[in-house]
């Protein structure tokens, strides 16, 4: 089996040397299931950004091929990747919205001569897997640190954290402890969960016996995120005065309207929001919008999604059309643009994007809608993930 893979990883890669008219690009994700929203809007940021842009670049015609994992299953990454780049002959592979399935699919990037431009998975380690990767989503290091100063300065001293067990939990965790200790403030308690985890009151009992004065908080956007918040609040740890504080993962615009009055005044940290008020984020929405069909479904992976585009566009015209990975990700290593969420670079070194973090507050409209309120930018923000597996 391993002899076969590896010839027809080759014969894949004699194939696709020349000249394409129709580029393929295949999407892996979680377009069934209990993460299928985030699927949804994976695609509803390549739509916007085809809508806004073609469907060609130069005389290629580029071409969407999409593949369902409900779930994390790396297995299954890595049959389905393989499956595109063999049979599908595609020549970027985008999307995946869980760390285990993109770390699974890195082993094939070199030897089938496709880049890999991560949508979502938000471990620091996955660029260091393949030269062949580049992100256009974040990390929990990116996205956690802020909110650890935030938590400091507003009086919060002792805290108690409570991830999900993987990759990008593990990281918030030790991004979150990382900038509240470096602060003066102490971790009094580090929980893990396991990923599917749906019951929380056993840790609302935790929290409430640890006797910390607020909760550092990550899991995996999608139901889990919502029944957390919920049994927050319901355990009664709100009305006790314990803190919230969480990257925006947990604060999802989806999920708002399920929360309700429950999450007014929640703060998060994170890359984008649905309602930042730039004349480009603008454009994005209405064409996202249209994409998705129902404006409350609207989330931060659709901008991943439309970033993504953008640079797989970039890399297409710069190889003319042509099969040739490490020119396509040479191409876009520094590149600048104005994204939807403000401005956005493709650090040169790690391939990882550099972005304005936003503190964000949620607020009622006067439409009666909930929305996250950008009320604080840190500016410029790199992944200092990467600098702490050094």
Same mark, same amino acid.
Not at 205 to 222: H, M, N, T, W, Y
Not at 294 to 305: K, Q, T, Y
């Given at each position: 089996?391993?002899?076969?893979?590896?010839?027809?990883?080759?014969?894949?890669?004699?194939?696709?040397?020349?000249?394409?008219?129709?580029?393929?690009?295949?999407?892996?994700?979680?377009?069934?299931?209990?993460?299928?929203?985030?699927?949804?809007?994976?695609?509803?940021?390549?739509?916007?950004?085809?809508? %806004?842009?073609?469907?060609?670049?130069? /005389?290629?015609?580029?071409?969407?091929?999409?593949?369902?994992?409900?779930?994390?299953?790396?297995?299954?990454?890595?049959?389905?990747?393989?499956?595109?780049?063999?049979?599908?002959?595609?020549?970027?592979?985008?999307?995946?919205?869980?760390?285990?399935?993109?770390?699974?699919?890195?082993?094939?990037?070199?030897?089938?001569?496709?880049?890999?431009?991560?949508? =979502?998975?938000?471990?620091?380690?996955?660029?260091?897997?393949?030269?062949?990767?580049?992100?256009?989503?974040?990390?929990?290091?990116?996205?956690?640190?802020?909110?650890?100063?935030?938590? +400091?300065?507003?009086?919060?001293?002792?805290?108690?954290?409570?991830?999900?067990?993987?990759?990008?939990?593990? /990281?918030?965790?030790?991004?979150?402890?990382?900038?509240?200790?470096?602060?003066?403030?102490?971790?009094?308690?580090?929980?893990?969960?396991?990923?599917?985890?749906?019951? +929380?009151?056993?840790?609302?009992?935790?929290?409430? /016996?640890?006797?910390?004065?607020?909760?550092?908080?990550?899991?995996?956007?999608?139901?889990?995120? %919502?029944? +957390?918040?919920?049994?927050? =609040?319901?355990?009664?740890?709100?009305?006790?005065?314990?803190?919230?504080?969480?990257?925006? /993962?947990?604060?999802?615009?989806?999920?708002?309207?399920?929360?309700?009055?429950?999450?007014?005044?929640?703060?998060?940290?994170?890359?984008?929001?649905?309602?930042?008020?730039?004349?480009?984020?603008?454009?994005?929405?209405?064409?996202?919008?249209?994409?998705?069909?129902?404006?409350?479904?609207?989330?931060?992976?659709?901008?991943?999604?439309?970033?993504?585009?953008?640079?797989?566009?970039?890399?297409?015209?710069?190889?003319?059309?042509?099969?040739?990975?490490?020119?396509?990700?040479?191409?876009?290593?520094?590149?600048?643009?104005?994204?939807?969420?403000?401005?956005?670079?493709?650090?040169?070194?790690?391939?990882?994007?550099?972005?304005?973090?936003?503190?964000?507050?949620?607020?009622?409209?006067?439409?009666?809608?909930?929305?996250?309120?950008?009320?604080?930018?840190?500016?410029?923000?790199?992944?200092?993930?990467?600098?702490?597996?050094?």
């Amino acid at each position: 089996m391993k002899t076969f893979t590896i010839a027809a990883l080759a014969a894949a890669l004699l194939g696709g040397v020349a000249h394409a008219d129709t580029i393929k690009v295949g999407v892996v994700g979680p377009f069934s299931g209990p993460f299928a929203l985030q699927g949804k809007n994976f695609k509803a940021g390549i739509d916007a950004y085809m809508a %806004l842009n073609g469907n060609t670049v130069g /005389d290629d015609t580029i071409e969407i091929i999409y593949r369902d994992i409900p779930t994390a299953d790396p297995a299954q990454s890595k049959a389905l990747s393989q499956e595109l780049v063999v049979k599908e002959g595609v020549q970027y592979l985008a999307g995946f919205y869980f760390t285990p399935d993109a770390m699974a699919a890195t082993p094939l990037l070199e030897q089938a001569n496709v880049p890999m431009v991560v949508m =979502n998975a938000a471990t620091s380690a996955i660029v260091t897997k393949s030269p062949y990767v580049v992100r256009t989503s974040f990390t929990t290091w990116q996205t956690s640190t802020p909110i650890a100063k935030v938590a +400091f300065d507003g009086g919060t001293k002792k805290v108690i954290s409570v991830v999900s067990d993987y990759g990008p939990g593990v /990281d918030a965790e030790a991004a979150f402890k990382a900038g509240f200790e470096k602060a003066g403030g102490a971790v009094v308690e580090a929980i893990r969960m396991p990923l599917q985890t749906n019951d +929380f009151s056993p840790i609302m009992q935790r929290i409430k /016996d640890s006797g910390a004065e607020g909760v550092f908080a990550f899991l995996p956007s999608g139901p889990t995120t %919502l029944g +957390f918040v919920k049994a927050f =609040n319901e355990n009664g740890l709100k009305d006790a005065g314990v803190k919230f504080f969480a990257p925006g /993962d947990l604060t999802q615009e989806s999920d708002l309207p399920a929360l309700g009055e429950s999450a007014l005044g929640l703060q998060t940290t994170f890359h984008y929001a649905v309602s930042h008020g730039s004349a480009e984020n603008k454009k994005f929405v209405e064409a996202a919008v249209k994409a998705i069909g129902n404006p409350a479904e609207l989330s931060f992976p659709s901008v991943g999604a439309y970033d993504g585009m953008h640079v797989i566009y970039k890399m297409i015209e710069a190889t003319g059309g042509e099969q040739d990975a490490a020119k396509a990700v040479e191409a876009v290593k520094g590149l600048s643009w104005e994204s939807p969420r403000g401005p956005v670079t493709i650090d040169p070194e790690s391939r990882h994007i550099t972005q304005n973090i936003y503190l964000r507050e949620v607020a009622k409209a006067e439409d009666g809608t909930y929305y996250n309120k950008e009320i604080q930018t840190f500016e410029k923000q790199g992944d200092p993930g990467l600098a702490a597996a050094k």
